[in-house]
């Protein structure tokens, strides 16, 4: 099947269908033409089929799009649960630069050295002090603006982290003194906490984008003050399930509440998430376009 996108574009309304050029004059700007980068960011990769469709998809999405970045949250990306060296390689490998995590870190031993010794690898900021790894990076391309990430986790419906508005809001102001074009993986349960986010850092990122539920959202848009804003990504993996899971044993734990094995499912693989395309200078977002492409 084909590239499934929805489209926002500043100036038209929510459900205008937009394919659009990085070569598309846009008003407001003295030769008519907005100068801009484009970047993907893949909702969360969960196991062998999402890991699958990354490395099938990627490439032909960075040709066809003209991608300059390529994000990926890889939290639930071996077995469903965490992430280790090799499956954060084989994702580098398929042409995301940047990976980023959430509540699942842990769950796998390994991560650690991922958090030791991975540039490109990003946790929550608001872990407790002392938690190995870093919180937000800075990327750089030759002939491209440097392209700020950072990655926070909420605490409605999940466990008890430090304040991510207080921790965010700090370092968004420390990582602007360096670049206008500001990413921020929210990975959160409440939709009401990411779009509080979003507002708070409408005019201040370039964009604000949700994970950890695992259901694309339909409220992609830009905000008055040039922040691109969804609620939520979606999942990278197997769509013929429960978020990536079996279906047949999850039902069965509603139905009982007896402990199950959680497999991860295996049909209906999809490639989540959306792409954005922000004015170099301002590190305001020109349109955001939500993707969801099957294997």
Known sequence: ??????????????????????????????????????????????????????NVLVPQLRAQHRLDFVVANGENACHGSGITKTQADEIYDAGVDVITC????????????????????????NYPPGTPGQESVIIEKEGLPPFGIINAQGRTFMAEMDNPFLQVEAEVAKMR???????????????????????????QVSAVIGTHTHVQ???????????????????????????????TPVVKKFKTCLPQKFDVATEGVRLQGAIVEVDNETGKAVSIERVSEEV
Do not use: Y
Not at 102 to 110: A, K, M, T
């Open 177 to 203: 003194e360096k670049t206008p074009i500001l990413f921020l993986d929210f990975h959160a349960e409440a939709t009401s906490e990411k779009i509080a986010m979003g507002r708070m850092l409408d005019g």
């Open 217 to 247: 959202t339909a409220d992609e848009q830009i905000f008055p003050g040039g922040t691109a804003f969804m609620c939520d990504a979606g999942f990278t993996g197997p769509h013929t399930s429960v978020i990536g899971r079996e279906i």
């Open 1 to 54: 099947m084909g590239l499934q996108i929805q489209s926002f574009k500043q100036g038209f309304p929510p459900n205008a269908f937009l394919i659009i050029s990085r070569a598309s004059p846009v008003e407001g700007s003295e030769n008519n033409v907005i100068q801009t980068v484009k970047f993907l960011f893949i909702g969360d990769i969960v196991g062998k089929p999402g890991r699958k469709a990354v």
């Open 102 to 125: 959430g509540d699942h870190l842990f769950r796998q031993r390994e991560v650690i050295w991922l958090l030791m010794n991975e540039k490109r690898f990003v946790r929550p900021i």
